[in-house]
């Protein structure tokens, strides 16, 4: 489910016990869970509560790192 569209970026939203199967083939094992996808394949993958400052940063060296 796509919760958001910014410029280029997509923000989703998944309920993992509705939705096991797609949890057991991104190997999602604590919640919550980060993917950043490229291209369909996920390049990073973040578990645990992060700060918002934690996330514009690993986002912004994603974009950096991976020319989204």
Same mark, same amino acid.
């Given at each position: 489910?796509?919760?958001?569209?910014?410029? #280029?970026?997509?923000?989703?939203? *998944?309920?993992?016990?509705?939705? $096991?199967?797609?949890?057991?083939?991104?190997?999602? !094992?604590?919640? $919550?869970? *980060? *993917? #950043?996808?490229k291209?369909? &394949?996920? =390049?990073?993958? =973040?578990?645990?509560?992060?700060?918002?400052a &934690?996330?514009?940063?690993?986002? !912004?060296?994603?974009? *950096?790192?991976?020319? #989204?």
């Open positions: 489910m796509i919760m958001g569209s910014y410029n #280029f970026v997509k923000i989703g939203k *998944l309920n993992v016990d509705d939705n $096991p199967s797609t949890a057991t083939k991104y190997g999602i !094992r604590g919640i $919550p869970t *980060l *993917l #950043f996808f291209g369909g &394949e996920v =390049v990073q993958q =973040v578990t645990g509560v992060k700060s918002k &934690e996330i514009k940063k690993i986002t !912004r060296i994603l974009i *950096l790192k991976n020319s #989204f």
